[in-house]
């Protein structure tokens, strides 16, 4: 039996994961914001603990810890901020609203990841995922402030898998999805042509199932057996 933190679960892909991972026999410690969507939304799933809370929030990341003690074999930095919607360009973009979006992709991921780390290490199959996007690598008009903390994210990342060898840490990255943040970020038009985060799970169950070195993966790549 594993044991798995994923953040941001209430709804896409985070969801959609949690779902498949609950499938597998895996105690879930699901967490979101809006607690009612949360307990709707997992209530029937086995084995799903639902715990609403802000990650952001310092008392509340040790009580998810605490939660999944005392082991922990898998923890997903799922939960994101897209920011101001539309988009705007970096020339105009608020710095209050990237704060916002650093502290939740960022800072949250790290302080919650330093709280986690002691049961990673014991359970001897500790595994770090953090959710990546294409706008980490590549630069897209308005994009600038979720890219950046992206970026940021996948270095963290990168250098956590350096520092613990022992552990597998993965930046993730899921390609486009038919999602209510990725909505937000092109209001108005139709994404009904994105895959649905379901689609995707099976990727990341791949580089999960595989224990692949850490390192950065697309979802695409592994969907076609790319090593």
């Not at 044991?3 to 991972?21: D, E, M, P, R, Y």
């Not at 020339?91 to 979006?101: G, K, M, N, S, W």
Request: glycine fraction near 10%.
């Amino acid at each position: 039996m594993t044991t798995a933190i994923v953040t941001g679960a209430g709804q896409g892909f985070g969801l959609a994961l949690t779902a498949a991972l609950s499938a597998r026999g895996t105690t879930v410690i699901a967490c979101a914001r809006d607690a009612g969507r949360l307990r709707a939304a997992t209530g029937p799933l086995p084995g799903v603990r639902a715990l609403p809370g802000d990650v952001t929030d310092p008392a509340f990341r040790t009580e998810l810890v605490a939660a999944a003690g005392p082991s922990l074999d898998l923890l997903v930095h799922n939960a994101g901020e897209l920011g101001p919607s539309p988009l705007p360009p970096l020339e105009r973009y608020p710095l209050d609203a990237l704060r916002a979006v650093l502290e939740t992709t960022v800072l949250a991921p790290l302080a919650l990841t330093q709280l986690a780390l002691p049961l990673l290490r014991a359970s001897g199959r500790g595994t770090v995922v953090t959710l990546s996007s294409d706008a980490a690598v590549d630069a897209y008009a308005g994009w600038g402030g979720y890219g950046a903390a992206k970026a940021a994210l996948d270095h963290l990342a990168a250098v956590l898998a350096v520092e613990e060898p022992g552990l597998r840490v993965h930046a993730f990255d899921p390609g486009d999805m038919r999602t209510a943040m990725h909505q937000r970020a092109f209001p108005g038009e139709d994404i009904s042509d994105r895959p649905e985060p379901e689609t995707v799970v099976p990727s990341l169950l791949r580089l999960l199932d595989e224990r692949r070195p850490s390192g950065r993966y697309r979802a695409a790549d592994l969907a076609q057996g790319v090593r």
